[in-house]
């Protein structure tokens, strides 16, 4: 399979965001480059590879998380809601800081368990009462 090049795509249009209605522009991205809303941090499902267009889909794709990238650089993860494709998109400058954030917490503050099992399970995993208040 051919990598698409995306350092040679000059669309960089602004456009209006399906989700929060923001016009998005390039200025302040840092980059060339625009693949989601710098508010709600949402994107449109475009592409196949990064930067090539050919997605047929056109779904809303939501952040549904954050993780870092070896060189330390921090990236958003987006699933699209009408097929389920999960992609990485690199986050932008003027990404909003609050956003990032609650999305980076929201497992810590929504966990898989009920929250109130935690002192339960510690003591399972050998801590005692001195340790947990």
């Given amino acids: 399979m051919k990598k698409f090049n995306n350092k040679s795509n000059t669309d960089i249009k602004p456009f209006i965001c399906k989700v ?12 060339l480059h625009r693949n989601h809303c710098p508010n709600c941090l949402s994107s449109i499902h475009l592409d196949d590879i990064p930067g090539d267009r050919s997605a047929e889909c056109g779904g809303i794709m939501d952040p549904i998380g954050v993780w870092v990238r070896k060189d330390g ?5 987006h699933r699209c809601r009408r097929c389920g494709h999960i992609h990485s998109n690199r986050t932008a400058a003027d990404d909003n800081p609050l956003k990032i954030m609650s999305i980076a917490l929201r497992p810590l503050t929504n966990p898989p368990f009920p929250i109130e099992r935690l002192k339960q399970i510690a003591k399972l995993n050998g801590y005692n009462d001195d340790e947990l208040d």
């Fill in 20 to 31: 929060c209605g923001k016009e998005v522009t390039i200025e302040g991205a840092g980059s």
């Fill in 73 to 77: 650089e921090w990236a958003i993860l």
